[in-house]
T-cell receptor
């Protein structure tokens, strides 16, 4: 596709459930980033991938959060045992150099 | 570590008036600076960026920004506001860390344009 895509666009889940958020980057972009946007914290970096490796996981807020990337392409962000404070918009971005292209985000609501 | 401060969480202008959104950054190494715009329920769209070279940067939709190292600023301007400019604007900084260009964002400025 022409841009970064994310699915689902909206996800409503119950507290304690696991969720998976998907990101399809722009073809050929080797770097992929996840960010979280919430009312209280603004836009925060979560994790950075170069190819399939994640050399920077410093933004993951707890060990309930994990992510992987396969084939140097699709990435999945997994949140286990969701909590209400996990409610936010999760944004994915891909880049070739220092310019990042963002997807539309996944709005996660934890009830 | 880097940080970004955006002065004014909400700016309101009249259509046709000058738009000025303020951004100051902190970085111990030469920064890359960005302005992004976010329309409701959409992702972030790059308006403009400064990496190296000319300090006055022109972007899309008539916006421009000037990198002033002495003032650690990267303010965003547009000579004449249009109704379609109403959105939230984010200033961001990154530095070269190998190939990791993770962004640190400001809190955002919501721009309202009045008819």
């Amino acid at each position: 596709g022409a841009g970064v895509s994310q699915s689902p666009s909206n996800k409503v889940t119950e507290k304690g459930k696991d969720v998976e958020l998907r990101c399809d980057p722009i073809s050929g972009h080797t770097a992929l980033y996840w960010y979280r946007q919430s009312l209280g914290q603004g836009l925060e970096f979560l994790i950075y991938f170069q190819g399939n490796s994640a050399p920077d996981k410093s933004g993951l807020p707890s060990d309930r959060f994990s992510a992987e990337r396969t084939g140097g392409s699709v990435s999945t962000l997994t949140i286990q045992r969701t909590q209400q404070e996990d409610s936010a918009v999760y944004l994915c971005a891909s880049s070739f150099w220092n310019e990042q292209f963002f997807g539309p985000g996944t709005r996660l609501t934890v009830l | 570590a880097q940080s970004v401060t955006q002065l004014g969480s909400h700016v309101s202008v009249s259509e046709g008036a000058l738009v000025l959104l303020r951004c100051n950054y902190s970085s111990s190494v030469p920064p890359y600076l960005f302005w992004y715009v976010q329309y409701p329920n959409q992702g972030l769209q790059l308006l403009l960026k400064y990496t190296t070279g000319a300090t006055l940067v022109k972007g899309i939709n008539g916006f421009e920004a000037e990198f002033k190292k002495s003032e650690t600023s990267f303010h965003l301007t547009k000579p004449s506001a249009h109704m379609s400019d109403a959105a939230e604007y984010f200033c961001a900084v990154s530095v070269e860390g190998g190939s990791n260009y993770k962004l640190t964002f400001g809190k955002g400025t919501l721009l309202t344009v009045n008819p």
